[in-house]
């Protein structure tokens, strides 16, 4: 009981100390790894690229030895951020927590000050949201192919909610129409709630949604159909990948750690390693498991080869979609 | 378990002495987080989200919480004493409370935002508590043709924003429904208006907006008046309502409650706009409207009374239904993920402690929110004591450190200044910032919900005319224009119409 007071009047303290911290706070001048390390998120507080970041910081900062400072610069998509750390000295104390869509898919669709595949130095790649597609619980469909089938019947016909244009749920459901040549009608929603509210009210289909969609599968509200990662989520076992549905997709929204592409190579393999190692620790794998991400697990090279793979492929989507006619911005 | 039950269950959770400190650590932190210009209750909930991961989770869901309703109490202290809005939520408050602490009348105006908060806050309670099962199933029916409707509808109180020319505050309303459409196409992801600037690409933030056009453009103005030192200052009346205080504005509270009441459960409607509807109908039914503006009450009392119902009956359809109606409960979301929790139809059985002890706390909070921010309005009234030479620049020291902490970037400050020489300016030729602000907030959803109505009916505006509560609404807009027509040919014309 005693220790348990101690604890709680350490969190008040702990809470009021943050408080005032964040109100006015700058790094201090030390020797690598002398001082907290800043990670630039470029999406608002409490999301799923915070949270998962904030997660992997948790346990990558006891293995560097140093606290890993979580700075959100929401803006242009996310591309605030990454803009924002080149800015910065390449000395490895800022960093950039990033979704891979940011860079290959937002810089194709909008021009951004940076080279998208050559700027930045990839660290890991460590985590992807739960991406699916659902239906109402009422819906009579059961799979993919009775979604195809009621498509090819009643064409124009289908309505479905995506959590935005050109974005990663919405080039899912594009590969199914375009690999079946059907024709259904898009409404993008903004973000996974938006789209799944309007799921549950039913005035959208179906819906192609991120990890939000994972406590409304399991309360019963909506059924989910296929998911997106390689793997059958562990979550829902009985339920297929799009890829074992016979779709040629697979989640391209990877969340990353980068650094500015003259990072020294000593401090990026040193970050590398730290940063590799939280990611198998048990801690970082049960806040992942309780936000309904799932982890992967992308070292620097396997990562910088993803991004330029999927370039290409994003590339050759976003202008058979008609939604661009060149890249936006150069690669490299 | 029945509700009557339940909720002394929740009780005996939220005033067990480690709850019972938590929610007063959670009033407390939203007092001053609302009391601050910019820093809004989404940043503050995510910075102390780590915080409470030592705690039980129906303790660190009771705090943060309470940050978000206290933030609503505290909003509206700023917006009376200096004209900048703590909370987008108390933009409209700013309008008449300001008026009325120039007037001496500060006490007043706080004592009836924090009552009507209190009052309005515990109805919504006990709304969210009896009936929030039929209250989720009519939010969902509400898709993009009915958000439409409502929205449309919302426009119509534009008219009610402005006491002086009606050309100009439909000039002001379009401004601000092109500011509002700077950023990406909801539907297509093309930039507009950008100019290649990147912070620009998510378009320009509420906050700074408001920021400017109230609080930084009052201190602009205050530099012209430097010779007048000499006037005396005004005296200050009284510390709390008077008895016509409560007489002009009972009524005023129960209709802000209504109001905001309802449209807290919508997704993506909520407090802001609440306050806007609230403002607008006090102006519609008052028997001399040409009061607003210049220190009506009423005018504090409903709109602050709307946010703060509205803040109880959002959390609607997140307990219910899992589904986050707005940005500061979506981090609230998040946080009841982290402890396990999932927020939707199976929480008040999976997790009774957490939804009853989070009800019953919210009791105690309103009652802790008007216990702690009563002693206080003496103290804050003595803010304007405080020389404007002393007073001015510590307004704009306040503006500038909000404006960067939205999102830790200078950018922010830049808007927010530029939006201060407008709002200057417009203050000199007799331009009202208020319709702009109301078209800037409204602008987005009635873009992106006509948009989509149109996608899923292929085109054809009959998908308005065919939903009930679509038609309702739009009937409702047409009859106030028509009425408004009339009442203005009838000779019994409006006040904002005979101005000019």
Redesign the interface.
């Given at each position: 009981m005693k220790k348990n007071n101690r604890?709680?009047l350490?969190?008040?303290i702990?809470?009021i100390i943050?408080?005032v911290l964040?109100?006015?706070s700058g790094p201090a001048i030390a020797e690598y790894p002398e001082r907290p390390v800043t990670v630039l998120v470029g999406f608002?507080?409490?999301?799923s690229m915070?949270?998962s970041a904030?997660a992997l910081a948790?346990s990558a900062e006891k293995i560097l030895g140093q606290p890993i400072i979580i700075?959100?610069?929401?803006?242009?998509?996310g591309?605030?951020a990454l803009?924002a750390l080149l800015s910065q000295n390449p000395d490895g104390y800022t960093l950039c927590a990033t979704p891979s869509s940011v860079l290959i898919r937002v810089s194709q669709?909008?021009?951004?000050?940076f080279k998208p595949l050559t700027s930045f130095k990839p660290i890991i790649g460590f985590a992807e949201p739960l991406l699916g597609i659902v239906v109402k619980n009422d819906s009579p469909w059961k799979n993919i192919q009775d979604i195809v089938n009621d498509a090819k019947k009643n064409p124009?016909m289908l309505?479905y909610a995506t959590t935005?244009?050109?974005s990663t749920t919405h080039a899912a459901v594009d590969e199914i129409v375009v690999a079946k040549k059907l024709q259904m009608?898009?409404?993008?929603?903004?973000g996974s709630?938006?789209a799944?509210?309007?799921l549950?009210?039913?005035?959208?289909d179906f819906a192609s949604l991120t990890s939000e969609l994972v406590?409304?599968v399991?309360?019963?509200?909506t059924r989910l159909l296929a998911t997106m990662s390689k793997k059958r989520s562990p979550k829902f076992p009985a339920v297929p990948t799009l890829k074992e549905a016979g779709y040629d997709f697979v989640n391209d929204a990877v969340f990353s750690i980068v650094g500015p592409a003259n990072l020294p190579p000593e401090l990026a393999k040193k970050l590398e390693v730290a940063f590799a190692k939280a990611t198998k620790s048990k801690e970082y794998l049960e806040?992942l498991d309780?936000?309904?991400m799932v982890p992967v697990n992308y070292n620097s090279k396997e990562f910088d080869k993803f991004l330029r793979i999927n370039w290409k492929k994003i590339n050759k989507h976003l202008i058979a979609s008609g939604?661009i006619k060149e890249a936006a911005t150069l690669p490299e | 378990m029945d509700t009557l039950q339940g909720l002394l269950y929740g009780f005996s959770v939220a005033l067990q002495p480690n709850n019972l400190f938590l929610v007063f650590v959670g009033c407390l932190l939203g007092t001053l987080v609302g009391v601050l210009p910019g820093i809004g209750p989404v940043a503050a909930i995510s910075i102390l989200l780590p915080l409470t991961f030592q705690l039980t989770p129906a303790g660190s869901i009771i705090m943060l919480a309470g940050i978000y309703y206290g933030v609503m109490y505290g909003g509206s202290t700023t917006s009376i004493l200096v004209n900048v809005p703590g909370e987008t939520a108390s933009v409209v408050t700013c309008m008449d409370g300001y008026q009325m602490a120039r007037q001496g009348r500060a006490g007043s105006a706080l004592g009836i935002a924090a009552f009507g908060s209190f009052i309005a806050g515990t109805i919504g309670l006990i709304g969210l508590q009896f009936i929030s099962g039929p209250l989720s199933s009519v939010a969902l029916k509400f898709g993009p043709p009915e958000y439409f409707a409502i929205i449309l509808l919302g426009f119509i109180f534009i008219s009610y924003l402005s006491h002086g020319s009606m050309l100009k505050a439909g000039m002001m309303a379009f401004l601000g429904l092109i500011l509002s459409s700077v950023g990406l196409d909801p539907i297509t992801a093309q930039q507009r208006m950008t100019f290649g600037i990147l912070n620009l690409y998510e378009g320009i933030g509420i906050a700074p907006l408001a920021m400017g056009l109230f609080g930084v453009a009052e201190v602009f103005n205050s530099l012209e008046k430097t010779t007048s030192t000499k006037i005396l200052k005004v005296k200050i009346k009284n510390l709390f309502p008077t008895k016509l205080d409560w007489l002009q504005s009972k009524w005023a509270i129960l209709r802000g409650t209504i109001i905001g009441f309802f449209l807290g459960i919508l997704p993506g409607g909520g407090p802001v706009l609440s306050t806007f509807i609230a403002y607008g109908v006090e102006k519609r039914v008052a028997k001399n409207p040409e009061r607003f503006g210049k220190g009506a009450i009423e005018g504090v009392a409903s709109p602050e009374s709307a946010n703060n119902s509205a803040t109880s009956t959002s959390f609607i359809p997140l307990l219910t239904l899992g589904i986050p109606p707005n940005v500061v409960l979506a981090v609230l979301y998040g946080a009841f993920l982290i402890h396990g929790v999932v927020p939707g139809p199976l929480l008040i059985k999976e997790h009774p402690d957490v939804f009853w002890g989070l009800l019953g706390s919210m009791y105690i909070g309103n009652v802790m929110l008007l216990i702690l921010n009563l002693p206080l309005i003496p103290l804050w009234v003595q803010v304007l004591r405080i020389p404007d030479r002393v007073l001015y620049p510590l307004i704009l020291l306040f503006c500038v450190i909000g404006a960067y902490s939205i999102n830790n970037n200078v950018f922010d400050i830049v808007v927010m200044i530029i939006f201060g020489i407008a709002g200057y300016l417009f203050k000199k030729f007799g331009y009202e910032a208020a319709p702009l602000i109301l078209c800037f907030v409204l602008g987005p959803m009635f873009e992106v919900n006509l948009r989509r109505s149109l996608l899923i009916s292929q085109g054809s505006f009959s998908i308005f005319f065919t939903r009930p509560i679509a038609l309702v609404a739009i009937v409702v807009c047409f009859a106030l224009l028509l009425f408004n027509i009339y009442s203005a040919y009838a000779g019994k014309s409006r006040p904002e119409i005979e101005s000019e």
């Open positions: 604890r709680f350490m969190v008040i702990g809470t943050m408080f964040v109100l006015g608002a507080p409490g999301g915070d949270l904030r948790r700075e959100n610069k929401p803006g242009g998509t591309t605030v803009a669709i909008q021009h951004v000050p124009g309505n935005g244009v050109g009608i898009h409404v993008p929603y903004k709630v938006e799944l509210t309007s549950l009210g039913g005035h959208v406590p409304s399991k309360s019963g509200q806040s309780r936000i309904d939604l | -």
